[in-house]
């Protein structure tokens, strides 16, 4: 879950500032498409926690040979995804990845790619496909 600090307008940023500061978060002024549906007091300021729904996080290092590794970090505030695995493809071969449960909402999956082209990975639970990307290399 991600979190922030809630302010109702613009008269009370100086207490949403106060407590961003304090614990460290980003202040959101108003409703935004992350905290429209979500129940809380809107009158007053204050700390929420927003669910992040199918969100892969990537990290890669900066070089540009093969061999190097990607890691990436899936989370679902709403499904279990303890049981769920990465399928790498590229170019219609299907690739090996290691996958590793963070917690239950959270999984953590590392792949090396052998050469240039075009990857898709994807997040399955059993058959069903949950949440893809696809990125160039």
């Given at each position: ?7 109702p ?8 500032l ?10 959101q002024?108003?409703?935004?498409w ?8 809107r ?10 729904y199918?969100?892969?996080f ?10 190097f ?10 499904e ?7 399928k ?18 959270s ?20 058959q069903?496909?949950?949440d893809?990307l696809?990125?160039?290399?």
């Amino acid at each position: 879950m991600d979190r922030l600090v809630y302010c109702p307008d613009d008269s009370h940023l100086e207490d949403a500032l106060s407590v961003a500061k304090e614990a460290t978060l980003a202040v959101q002024i108003g409703d935004s498409w992350r905290t429209q549906h979500l129940d809380f007091d809107r009158t007053k300021v204050s700390v929420i926690r927003i669910p992040v729904y199918k969100q892969f996080f990537l990290e890669t290092p900066s070089a540009t040979d093969y061999g190097f590794s990607i890691l990436f970090e899936y989370i679902n505030d709403f499904e279990d995804v303890a049981d769920c695995k990465l399928k790498v493809t590229h170019d219609g071969d299907v690739m090996h990845s290691t996958s590793m449960k963070r917690d239950k909402h959270s999984l953590i999956c590392s792949f090396i790619p052998t050469k240039s082209g075009t990857y898709q990975f994807v997040i399955f639970k059993g058959q069903v496909e949950m949440d893809s990307l696809t990125l160039d290399f």
